[in-house]
C-alpha cells in the first residue's frame, strides 16, 4: 500500500498518489459565488471574469433632467419676453412616464452590455415601474477588459438614460421634429455608441475572446 503522509521528520504533508489529480470545475463555474476574486487561473479556469457594479441613482438622473429643461425654458420664450413655463416641474407632473422611460432605458443599455450582464433575478412585470431609488447592474467582465475606462462605462450609462428620456418628453411636449428633440435623439445614440465603445474596451496587448453579440 503506497504511503499517504510523511511523519519522519514531523512534519505532516500529504504525498500525493501517483496519477492523482485534484477536482477541477467546469467550465461554466459559478463566478458569482466569488466576486472581484482573482484566484481564477489557481481552479484552472481558461477565460477568468470580474464582477462590477453599475449604480443608477434614479434622484440624480431626474435631478439631470430637470436642470436640462430649465435650460430649455429659458431658451423658449412668449412672445412678450417671458419665459415659457409649460414645463415647468415636468418630473412631477410627468413623474409616472418618466419612471417608466428611465426604466426602459436602463433595460436598453442592459442589452447593449447583455454579454457582460449578470442577471441574478428573474421577475415578471406587467407595465410596472420599479419603485428603487438605486438600480445595480451587475456586469461580469473578462480578463481582458480594461479597468481604465469603467468610470466612463458608468458615465456613458448615465448619460444615455438622461438623455433618452429627455427625448421621449421632448418628444410628447413639443414634437418628434422640433430642433431640441431632435438634438436629444442625436446626444440619446451618441451616448449609447459610447456605452458600446467602453463596455468593449480591452487592455493595451491582451489577448481578447469575442463576447459582443452586436
Known amino acids: 500500500m503506497e504511503k499517504l503522509h510523511d511523519k519522519s521528520q514531523g512534519a505532516y504533508r500529504p504525498i500525493p498518489l501517483h496519477g492523482f489529480r485534484p477536482p477541477q470545475p467546469p467550465d461554466n463555474w459559478p463566478y458569482h459565488n466569488y466576486p472581484n476574486t482573482p484566484h481564477d487561473r489557481e481552479f484552472g479556469i481558461k477565460n477568468p471574469k470580474f464582477e462590477r457594479h453599475i449604480f443608477i441613482d434614479r434622484e440624480q438622473i431626474l435631478f439631470d433632467i430637470d436642470s436640462q429643461i430649465a435650460i430649455v425654458n429659458n431658451g423658449k420664450r412668449k412672445e412678450d419676453g417671458t419665459e415659457d413655463d ?12 418618466f419612471y417608466r422611460w428611465i426604466d426602459k432605458y436602463i433595460g436598453k443599455a442592459k442589452s447593449v ?23 445595480d447592474i451587475t456586469l461580469l467582465v473578462p480578463e481582458w477588459y480594461d479597468d481604465t475606462v469603467f468610470d466612463q462605462l458608468c458615465d456613458a450609462v448615465h448619460e444615455y438614460v438622461v438623455n433618452a ?10 414634437s418628434i421634429k ?36 452586436f
Not at 86 to 97: D, L, P, V
Open 86 to 97: 409649460t414645463r415647468a416641474n415636468a418630473t412631477t407632473t410627468y413623474q409616472q412616464e
Open 178 to 213: 422640433d430642433p431640441v428633440t431632435v438634438t436629444k435623439k442625436e446626444m440619446m445614440d451618441d451616448a449609447k455608441n459610447e456605452v458600446r465603445k467602453y463596455i468593449n474596451a480591452s487592455k493595451p496587448g491582451s489577448v481578447r475572446k469575442p463576447q459582443n453579440p
Open 165 to 174: 428620456a429627455l427625448y421621449e418628453y421632448f418628444a410628447l411636449t413639443l
Open 113 to 135: 452590455m447583455s454579454a457582460f450582464v449578470l442577471e441574478q433575478f428573474k421577475t415578471t412585470k406587467m407595465n410596472a415601474v420599479s419603485q428603487k431609488e438605486e438600480v
